[in-house]
């Protein structure tokens, strides 16, 4: 399996609500990532975790909550939105953390609708 | 603070011409640069990087420390290669943050 899957495809939700995105590898791999891409603009990193151990938040809201269970797997939950987080988010992993030889493999990404 | 710029939004060729996605980086220490593409409907994938000095799908990159560049370069661009293409540097003070440009949307007309 040299993929990274992500789930849902699509999520909307309310700015009540409380949701999860699912991203998941099985290639290996010792650092997950979590980006945010609004349209038509870059990705920017948000989250990155290196053998399970939160290494970088770069600053993002405290409605974001990253979530590393094993090396396989990575969460992002969701509450309390505002729609200005609408937006793709995108998963990523590679080998290690810090290792410029290492490629970063995307995940499809999760569109986020918030209402 | 490192910083990665693409200066055209888009870029129109003929199948066949040659074509060239600009970077320019700003970063104190040693860079690592990468070429990302990201086809219609696909997900974001890499093309090459410096470090390597390889060509994949005809296109190449050099790394021009003097001018802080890190032109892709194409010399007969294929319809195919229509994607958007992404700029980033592999770098930070005390991490390796993958930082992108604002990306190039390269079409190539038949």
């Known amino acids: 399996d040299t993929e990274v899957t992500q789930t849902p495809k699509h999520l909307v939700m309310g700015m009540t609500n409380k949701k999860s995105l699912k991203c998941e590898q099985h290639?290996?791999?010792?650092?997950m990532y979590w980006y945010k891409q609004k349209a038509k603009k870059p990705p920017e990193l948000m989250f990155v975790?290196?053998?399970?151990?939160?290494?970088i938040n770069e600053s993002v809201p405290s409605r974001f909550s990253p979530e590393c269970p094993n090396s396989s797997l990575l969460n992002l939950h969701l509450h309390a939105l505002q729609p200005e987080d609408s937006a793709l988010y995108l998963c990523?992993?590679?080998?290690?953390?810090?290792?410029?030889?290492?490629?970063?493999?995307f995940g499809p990404g999760t569109r986020l609708t918030v209402l | 603070a490192q910083r990665v710029t693409q200066p055209e939004k888009l870029l129109s060729v003929f199948k066949g011409a040659p074509v060239e996605l600009k970077c320019n980086y700003s970063?104190?220490?040693?860079?690592?640069l990468f070429w990302y593409v990201q086809y219609s409907r696909q997900r974001l994938q890499l093309l090459l990087r410096?470090?390597s000095r390889e060509s994949i799908k005809g296109f190449t990159a050099d790394l021009n420390k003097g001018e802080t560049s890190f032109h892709l370069k194409k010399p007969f661009a294929q319809e195919e290669d229509s994607a958007m293409y992404y700029c980033?540097?592999?770098?930070?003070?005390?991490?390796?943050?993958?930082?992108f440009g604002q990306g190039t949307i390269l079409t190539v007309h038949p």
């Open positions: 290639m290996g791999h010792r650092a």
């Open positions: 975790y290196s053998y399970e151990k939160l290494s």
């Open positions: 410096h470090i």
């Open positions: 970063y104190s220490g040693s860079p690592e």
């Open positions: 990523a992993s590679s080998l290690f953390y810090l290792s410029s030889t290492d490629t970063q493999y």
């Open positions: 980033a540097l592999l770098g930070g003070t005390s991490y390796g943050k993958l930082t």
